[in-house]
Structure formats: C-alpha cells, structure tokens
C-alpha cells in the first residue's frame, strides 16, 4: 500500500459519473483521508455515490461543481493533495452542441488546469481520450500514434492534452493523461440518446428485440471495464511519473459482431442480428478500428487490466438485474 495517499485530499471532479463513481470508491480501498465530489450533475446521478458517501471520509462540495464556475473551482480545491478530472461533454453531445462543448471541455479544462496552479494541487489526473487518435493507421495504436481525429469531442481533447502540456511546462504542474478505449459496464447511461454501444445492444436484447448492427460489424475497438479504468486512475496518481498522456486499454480487438455474439450468448438469447447501412452522415464520422497499446501504462504508471471482456459483460448484465434497469426502461 503506498503511503502517497495516506491522509491525503482529493478532489474528484465529475465524481458522480458513469467512471468516476467508481474512481471514488477504488480511492476509498486506500488509506485517503479525505475525498470530495465535485459535480453539477449533468450527467452524475447521486445515486451512484449512495455506498461510497456512507464512509465518513467521503462528502459532496456542498454546493455543486461546474467546471465552468472558477470561483466556486479554486474554493472546492483549497487545502487538497491531489485532483482527479472527468468531467466532460461527450462525443456526440458535443457534435449536436459544439460551442457548449468548447465552454466545457476546452475553457473548463484551462479553469482545472489554472485552479490547480492557483492551489498548489501535487498532481492531476486527467482524462482525455482515445478518440484523440481518429481512425488507426497502426494497431496497436501507441501513444505516438498521430492525432487523426475529425470530430468536436476529440479535438476538444487534443486542445486539453496540449494545454495539459503547456501548464507542465510554464508551471511545471504535474499531470498525467488518460486517453480511454472503449469503456463500458455499470452507472454508464443506459437509455439516453448519448449512450454505448454494450447498453444498446443489451437494451435491445433484453426488450426480445433483435441487436441492430451498422455496417458489416468487422469494425473493431478497445473494450475496458470500468473499474479497470478507475483503477487505472488512483494507479496513475500513485505511480512516480510527473507528466504523460496514457493509453487504458486491453490491447485486445473485438469486433462489433463478436461483441454481439458474445452479449447474445451471455444473455443465452436466439435473437437473430440485424445489420443496416451505415447513414451518410454516421459513415462519414465513423472510426472503423481502435485498439491501443497497453505497453507505455504497464511499464510507466504500472497499469495492468483485470477484467477480461466476457467477465466485464457479466458483471454488467448481473449489475442490470440486481438494480432493476430492465424494468425501469
């Protein structure tokens, strides 16, 4: 156990969230002193803080978080060791709302970036993004793959990776970045227009309804289970490196039809797949294969996955059942 965390503050910001609800509770597994939620709840629930806010060590800033809300930023990061960043648009909120995106993941970031300097904070973490890379010219994609984004979402986070780089270098502030694969498992939005494709397809499958695929179905990606991700994070906070942007991922391709197949057979379903042409639209934005190098992160900030894909997927759909998501859609 690492004494860098003992007694130590945190701020998690985007806390109540599909990831970093379970960020929360993997810092909880250590000997913190002290964590606090920072979230407007956009797309937080409360509820996914209903077992972590039972420790004592754990609260909520008592009047929300925004990261656009800089005052209220630099009070909720006054006399904290360490801060982790989620919070967010994601990709397709922010090509319906692109200038809302810029407020949020561009001016927010610099506000979290700049608040930290501003607080002395020894480290953040922070979360970028795979989508950073676009369409894979090299797989594994390493972290040197070049930036072939082509969308709103990720070019907010090449914008927040550089300034990332250029507050190391005028501030020397400490940050490590996170550019995710393809995360999915539980508290992910299950039935808003902004969701995954594991919810869709399970959404679909549970209402007897045959799974629908786009395209041919051999687009392949990076799948990685949630808690493997929050893991990843505190594992980053608690590693010796100062700065980098890191791969979280499996380095395993799956494809969208073997993803289907895979969540039918789990679901022990007979339902026969639907595939469709891709829109004009969906084809053109589309990244057709995304599976990132694990190397960098294992050797660097020693992040090892644990749950393989058919685990993960199990412990969503018993997730599923035991919270009654089924019966509420």
């Known amino acids: 156990m690492s004494s860098k965390l003992i007694d130590a503050k945190v701020l998690v910001i985007g806390g109540a969230g599909f990831i970093g609800s379970f960020v929360v509770k993997e810092l909880l597994k250590h000997e913190v002193g002290e964590v606090v939620v920072y979230d407007n709840f956009a797309r937080g629930q409360k509820e996914y803080l209903d077992e972590p806010l039972q420790d004592p060590r754990c609260s909520l800033f008592p009047i929300g978080g925004d990261i656009r809300e800089i005052d209220i930023l630099n009070e909720a990061m006054k006399g904290k060791d360490y801060v982790i960043s989620l919070a967010a648009m994601w990709l397709l909120h922010c090509k319906d709302y692109p200038r809302t995106a810029f407020d949020v993941n561009i001016a927010g970031t610099f506000n979290v970036l700049e608040a930290?300097?501003?607080?002395?904070?020894?480290?953040?973490?922070?979360?970028?993004?795979?989508?950073?890379?676009g369409d894979a010219v090299e797989l594994p994609m390493t972290e040197s793959h070049p930036f072939n984004n082509k969308n709103f979402y990720g070019a907010s986070k090449i914008a927040g990776e550089a300034m990332a780089t250029a507050f190391n270098d005028r501030y020397n502030l400490s940050v490590i970045g996170l550019r995710y694969m393809n995360v999915y498992g539980p508290h992910q939005d299950q039935t808003a227009a902004y969701t995954g494709v594991v919810p869709i397809m399970l959404n679909?499958?549970?209402a007897n309804e045959s799974p629908i695929i786009n395209g041919d179905g051999s687009q392949a990606y990076d799948f990685i289970y949630v808690e493997d991700v929050a893991k990843c994070n505190v594992d980053a906070l608690l590693s010796d490196q100062?700065?980098?942007m890191y791969n979280v991922g499996t380095e395993i391709q799956t494809s969208i039809k073997e993803l289907c197949d895979t969540i039918l057979d789990?679901?022990?379903?007979?339902?026969?797949?639907?595939y469709k042409p891709y829109s004009e639209d969906d084809a053109r934005a589309l990244v057709q294969n995304r599976i990132g190098s694990k190397v960098k992160a294992e050797k660097e900030i020693g992040f090892k996955y644990h749950f393989e894909l058919r685990e993960g997927l199990q412990k969503l759909i018993d997730w599923r059942i035991e919270t009654g998501v089924d019966e509420k859609r």
Do not use: M, P, R, T
């Open 116 to 133: 930290c300097v501003n607080n002395n904070i020894k480290k953040l973490i922070w979360s970028s993004s795979a989508s950073v890379y």
């Open 204 to 206: 679909k499958i549970e």
């Open 242 to 244: 100062e700065f980098g």
């Open 266 to 274: 789990l679901k022990q379903s007979d339902l026969k797949v639907i």
